[in-house]
């Protein structure tokens, strides 16, 4: 079973179109992330939730819009894509904060925009 | 506010050499310091990691100690692997705000 699964793996679009990526979580954790890697790498915070709640949203545009149905699930939604949207998008989720929690990955879920 | 900084990559070396990937961070407080590790095509998985100044993280014959004079975290191990190969991140926890801070990640290659 695996521990954090996100769909879709790949998705291919177009600009302006509006997407979703949804993650679950089997771990028990009460808290959850979406992560972006571009395309050297880098990666950066978006979204946070602890127990269904936004805890942080890290200046993203407001195209991006998450959202938790209960604590186990965080779906990210993209709307009116733009290129520079394509990259990894990872969810990952903890125990408590990441202070003093491991965080967990899903494997990723490959935007490309074209 | 928080950063981490890592040496460039890619690293190449050959299978039983050293490594040594440097990861230095600025940060207010006393963060927690964390290794990730990317293998190709899977998500970030922990590697290592240490809560407070002087603690060293080890995991996997990989180990880096949490130096507070120096503000860095070194990753070495002894001798490389091939199947070592991967991007390595460093992290370290901003307590108040609940988010890991990532660098830029490093990049190994071992070859045989």
């Known amino acids: 079973d695996t521990a954090v699964s996100q769909t879709p793996k790949y998705l291919v679009t177009q600009m302006g179109n509006d997407k979703s990526i949804k993650c679950e979580q089997n771990?028990?954790?009460?808290?959850m992330y979406w992560y972006k890697q571009d395309s050297k790498k880098f990666l950066k915070i978006m979204f946070s939730?602890?127990?269904?709640?936004?805890?942080i949203n890290e200046t993203v545009p407001n195209r991006f819009s998450p959202k938790s149905p209960d604590k186990a699930h965080l779906n990210l939604h993209i709307n009116s894509l733009e290129l520079g949207d394509s990259a990894v998008y990872f969810c990952?989720?903890?125990?408590?904060?990441?202070?003093?929690?491991?965080?967990?990955f899903g494997e990723g879920s490959r935007l490309t925009v074209l | 506010g928080n950063s981490v900084t890592q040496m460039e990559g890619p690293v190449t070396l050959s299978e039983e050499a050293f490594l040594t990937i440097n990861c230095t961070y600025t940060?207010?407080?006393?963060?927690?310091l964390f290794w990730y590790v990317q293998y190709p095509g899977e998500g970030l998985q922990l590697l290592l990691k240490?809560?407070?100044?002087?603690d060293k993280g080890s995991n996997k014959g990989f180990e880096a100690t949490y130096r507070k004079e120096t503000t860095s975290f070194h990753l070495e191990k002894g001798s490389v692997q091939v199947s070592d190969s991967a991007v390595y991140f460093c992290?370290?926890?901003?307590?108040?705000?609940?988010?890991?801070?990532f660098g830029t990640g490093t990049r190994l290659l071992v070859s045989p």
């Open positions: 939730y602890n127990n269904k709640e936004l805890i």
């Open positions: 771990l028990g954790h009460d808290t």
């Open positions: 940060a207010t407080g006393y963060p927690s």
């Open positions: 240490a809560t407070k100044a002087d």
């Open positions: 992290a370290l926890s901003d307590g108040g705000f609940q988010k890991l801070v």
């Open positions: 990952a989720s903890s125990l408590g904060g990441p202070k003093t929690g491991e965080l967990f």
